[in-house]
Nanobody, 117 residues
Framework: QVQLVESGGGLVQAGGSLRLSCTASGKPFSIVARDWYRQAPGKERELVAA???????NYADSVKGRFTISNDNAKDTFYLQMNSLKPEDTAIYYC??????WGRGYWGQGTQVTVSS
């Protein structure tokens, strides 16, 4: 139905930037929500950034002003631009979409982001 492939993770020093990408393939019809989550070791998965189908965005307080979610419909790809990274941003980052056509959500495989101090 829908497959999501993430890219862009890696190791960066504190204060640096990374851009994560999430590309949808298969039959990505009627995507009504695009989100980024993260999960740090020993912690629960948390919502980092979200975007609705009309472009409304929402961010976790911990990343407001530093992270930006965006979408390119022509490429079936959405992004998470992460600036001013902090060691506490270290986690596995997952993209997620919800399709109203299929009536369910889909997850990417996760990409590791490590921020060194």
């Amino acid at each position: 139905q829908v497959q999501l492939v993430e890219s862009g993770g890696g190791l960066v020093q504190a204060g640096g930037s990374l851009r994560l990408s999430c590309t949808a393939s298969g039959k990505p019809f009627s995507i009504v929500a695009r989100d980024w989550y993260r999960q740090a070791p020993g912690k629960e998965r948390e919502l980092v950034a979200a975007m609705t189908s009309v472009g409304t965005t929402n961010y976790a307080d911990s990343v407001k002003g530093r992270f930006t979610i965006s979408n390119d419909n022509a490429k079936d790809t959405f992004y998470l631009q992460m600036n001013s990274l902090k060691p506490e941003d270290t986690a596995i980052y997952y993209c997620h979409v919800y399709s109203s056509t299929w009536g369910r959500g889909y997850w990417g495989q996760g990409t590791q982001v490590t921020v060194s101090s």
